[in-house]
């Protein structure tokens, strides 16, 4: 059962910039988080204020001196809402250069051996995974997923692990099908036969529901896109483990050695991640009785979880007397009905109807959806399933049963 109570709802919508509407489409039901989260109004405020100053940091002035202490306090923040076992925080162009930028440094800096993937991997590890494993000699593996459930487990990894394998990616949810990945027991079915390999997840989709332990992963590398977790564009977020960090990696002569960020990189977008943890850290106080900070962290994201598991059994089974997706005959859902690994995402199929249409026909009612095709992005979910495109609705915490129950009604008249 949800701890976010309808009261609480409402406070938690009033923290979203756009929540109902679009400057350009008006009124709207937002169903694609998966793209990119609502952005908190705490984070576009530290945005103005940050790109309205001219020190760079690094000075020996009092503005210089401030930005500095922004960065170290985020980078703080960061590590006690992820639980980081030391190592670092730091920022780049976006989620999928700093994939590229981990598995690149860790293929070259492991020598001749195997790269371990799976076939459920968004293109920015499997393509960086393919690329720099030819130019370091190695072999790249790719596990297949499970078709039906939509993910992959740690026995898929344990069977295919060697003691050779140098580096191996994971990814924390499918921004397909919608479906979690048990990370930590992938990491330790990893370890078991590879002790020393580099682990580098993408939590690109997974970091909106919260629940990170980055310390339970025991991996080398986490990469998320903070526009997806309720910040904004224009840069991705990694934390690297300290051996991760010592290996050879771009950087200015003579300069700092553990120093991974290239170039003086933006304040306002470190201080916008101390305004998601902040969120975090509030919605957590909300739901719970804990002082602990970090148990406020767990608190919010179980409350995310319970929200989002309302929301998607609420599409999916129905609402009021509004039949669900289940129950109308057209509709396939990816990755099964019941289905204990989705994170607030429901990938659909309407037989008859191209998924093109189905999304044109819910903007055209207010309802924000997204299509994926069998393309570079999506192909390796749709086309072992013979599907040409689905309709992805991707819901936060945030989003609420009435407006799922405004998506059915619509739905149903699409799926007649």
């Known amino acids: 059962m949800s701890q976010i109570n309808d009261t609480l709802l409402e406070e938690i919508r009033a923290r979203f910039a756009q929540i109902d509407s679009c400057p350009v489409q ?10 990119g989260a609502l952005t908190l109004k705490s984070a576009l405020d530290s945005s103005a204020h940050y790109a309205a100053i001219p020190d760079n940091q690094g000075r020996d002035n009092p503005g210089s001196h401030a930005l500095v202490a922004t960065i170290t306090k985020a980078k703080a923040d960061m590590a006690e809402f992820m639980n980081a076992p030391g190592g670092q925080f730091f920022a780049g162009e976006s989620g999928t250069e700093l994939l590229f930028r981990l598995i690149m440094n860790a293929c070259l800096g492991t020598g001749a051996g195997k790269v371990l993937g799976s076939t459920l991997e968004h293109p920015a590890t499997r ?36 003691p050779d394998t140098k580096v191996a990616t994971i990814v924390h949810t499918s921004p397909v099908t919608g479906m979690g990945v048990d990370v930590a027991a992938v990491s330790k079915a990893i370890r078991a036969v590879a002790p020393d390999c580099y682990i580098i997840v993408d939590g690109i989709q997974h970091a909106a529901h919260g629940r990170m332990d980055l310390t339970e992963y ?18 991705g977020i990694a934390w690297i483990s300290d051996r991760l960090t010592t290996l050879p990696h771009n950087a200015l002569i003579d300069g700092p050695e553990d120093n991974w960020e290239m170039g003086t990189r933006d304040t306002g977008a470190y201080a916008t991640m101390s305004d998601v943890v902040s969120y975090f850290e509030w919605l957590g106080g909300e739901v719970s009785d804990t002082q602990d900070r970090r148990g406020k962290f767990l608190a919010a994201g179980e409350a995310i ?18 039949a669900g997706l289940a129950e109308m005959e057209k509709v396939t859902i990816l990755g099964g009905v019941d289905n204990p690994a989705r994170e607030g995402l429901v990938s659909l199929a309407v037989k008859g109807v191209p998924s093109v249409d189905v999304v044109k026909m819910l903007n055209e009612q207010g309802i924000r959806t997204h299509l994926r095709k069998a393309d ?8 072992p399933l013979e599907m040409d495109s689905c309709v992805r609705v991707s819901m936060c915490h945030y989003n609420s049963v009435s407006e799922v129950a405004t998506f059915l009604a619509a739905m149903k008249t699409i799926a007649a």
């Open 218 to 235: 025991d991996v080398d590398g986490y990469v998320i896109s903070p526009y997806k977790v309720f910040s904004r564009h224009g840069y």
């Open 127 to 162: 393509s960086a995974a393919d690329r720099w494993s030819r130019i370091a000699g190695q072999e790249h593996i790719l596990i297949t997923h499970d078709d039906a459930s939509g993910t992959v487990t740690a026995d898929a990894y344990a069977a295919a692990v060697t």
């Open 376 to 383: 570079h992005y999506s192909g390796n979910i749709l086309n």
């Open 26 to 35: 008006g009124e709207r039901i937002f169903f694609e988080n998966a793209g």
């Open 305 to 322: 979880h319970a929200q989002e598991k309302a929301l998607t059994d609420a599409m999916i089974h129905g609402t009021g007397n509004l």
